[in-house]
Nanobody
Framework: QVQLVESGGGLVQAGDSLRLSCAASGRTFSNYAMGWFRQAPGKEREFVTAISRNGGSTYYADSVKGRFTISRDNAKNTVYLQMNSLEPEDTAVYYC????????????????WGQGTQVTVSS
């Protein structure tokens, strides 16, 4: 098993940047593809971005492509989400998730989830 803990959320203004971190337990971090999802009140959890086990492949939702960047440091057991040009529509709880052996884009395909971190973007 792996435990995930997100951090770095907060309240920012539109146009600002924010970097989220997700720290994973265990020495098998490199076995997992990692993803970021977000969920706003009253809405379904949606895919934001994902990265393959070795970081060679990344995927982004159209809504964040060009603004958000996912990266990972397997030596630190950490995945990051760099968010630039934030918009009020980005306001949500952001979750990191881990999946074995693939880089899926759906919530049901992930095996482990963090507790989430709140990102609020004001206009």
């Amino acid at each position: 098993q792996v435990q995930l803990v997100e951090s770095g959320g907060g309240l920012v203004q539109a146009g600002d940047s924010l970097r989220l971190s997700c720290a994973a337990s265990g020495r098998t971090f490199s076995n997992y593809a990692m993803g970021w999802f977000r969920q706003a009140p009253g809405k379904e959890r949606e895919f934001v971005t994902a990265i393959s086990r070795n970081g060679g492949s990344t995927y982004y939702a159209d809504s964040v492509k060009g603004r958000f960047t996912i990266s990972r440091d397997n030596a630190k057991n950490t995945v990051y989400l760099q968010m630039n040009s934030l918009e009020p529509e980005d306001t949500a709880v952001y979750y990191c998730a881990a999946a074995l052996g693939s880089t899926p884009r759906y919530t049901t395909q992930y095996d482990y989830w963090g507790q989430g971190t709140q990102v609020t973007v004001s206009s």
